[in-house]
């Protein structure tokens, strides 16, 4: 693995910096990210989902290119061309570039022809969707576990990933790509969690059209199709949605000591 140090920006050879953008909302993006984009020669996004209003931070004369409409050699392409001729190239994808990113293809290619890169972290959209909710993910003794996981599409999962499967363990749930087929994803669900177990979908979490879906493992899926909403939207399952009275975490606890506070006893 070659990288740089987050710092350099005067690599002989180049580098690549892959920067999540964040779930929609320009604003959503890191300091650090901006500071790459307003310093890149070329940029190339993910035009079907990143908002255009990001490559206003790119410099005016900086080569841009809509990922979209290319394959994974066009891309790649690109970034070794750019590399070789001393550029620095802003690779940016939505949300965090972690989930879902198909970067490790790219830093494949990359690692073979001896280019540095670096990872620039954003927010997820599975955040942008639970803020939306006004909800946490995990709380005490209702869920501790937070599962991010897809359907299996055109693209298969391995064995023990099915949403069946997941769906023993009864935890938080965060679903991508997935409310193009909500029955079936509810269907699966059902084999262990309750049907009156809160769901919700959550369209363009961030975008100014965000869209807000709630209701329960039997009921959201007829909810979803008369939104019409089939694709861009992030399904989130579990308790944690509508947890009723819930015990307060030990964090503040006024009984509970810890390394900076001495707990108070009646």
């Not at 940029?43 to 809509?66: C, F, K, M, Q, T």
């Not at 293809?105 to 599975?126: A, D, M």
């Not at 009864?170 to 049907?195: A, K, Q």
Request: with cysteine; proline share 7%.
């Amino acid at each position: 693995m070659i990288e740089s140090s987050p710092g350099d920006g005067n690599l002989k050879n180049g580098e690549v910096v892959f920067i999540g953008a964040g779930p929609g909302d320009p604003e959503l993006i890191t300091l650090k990210a901006l500071k790459v984009l307003r310093e890149s020669d070329v940029v190339i996004y993910a035009g079907s989902l990143v908002n255009e209003r990001i490559l206003e931070y790119a410099p005016e004369d900086a080569e841009v290119h809509n990922s979209a409409y290319m394959n994974l050699d066009e891309i790649t392409d690109i970034m070794v061309k750019a590399c070789a001729e001393g550029r620095r190239v802003a690779r940016v994808h939505t949300g965090d570039p972690s989930v879902y990113g198909a970067i490790k293809e790219q830093i494949r290619v990359l690692e073979e022809n001896s280019i540095p890169y670096r990872i620039i972290p954003g927010v997820s959209s599975v955040f942008a969707a639970a803020a939306a909710l006004g909800a946490e993910l995990t709380l005490p003794e209702i869920s501790q576990t937070v599962i991010i996981t897809r359907p299996e599409g055109r693209t298969p999962v391995p064995p023990g990933e099915s949403l069946r499967e997941l769906a023993a363990h009864r935890s938080t749930m965060c679903i991508f790509l997935g409310v193009h087929m909500i029955e079936d994803v509810c269907r699966e669900l059902l084999e262990y969690y309750p049907p009156d177990t809160p769901a919700a979908v959550v369209k363009r979490a961030s975008w100014p059209d965000q869209e807000i879906i709630r209701g329960t493992l039997t009921d959201i899926p007829g909810k979803i199709k008369a939104a019409g909403v089939r694709k861009t939207a992030m399904i989130i399952v579990g308790r944690v949605l509508e947890p009723g009275d819930f015990r307060a975490s030990k964090l503040y606890d006024a009984g509970f000591s810890h390394e900076y506070r001495e707990g108070t006893s009646e």
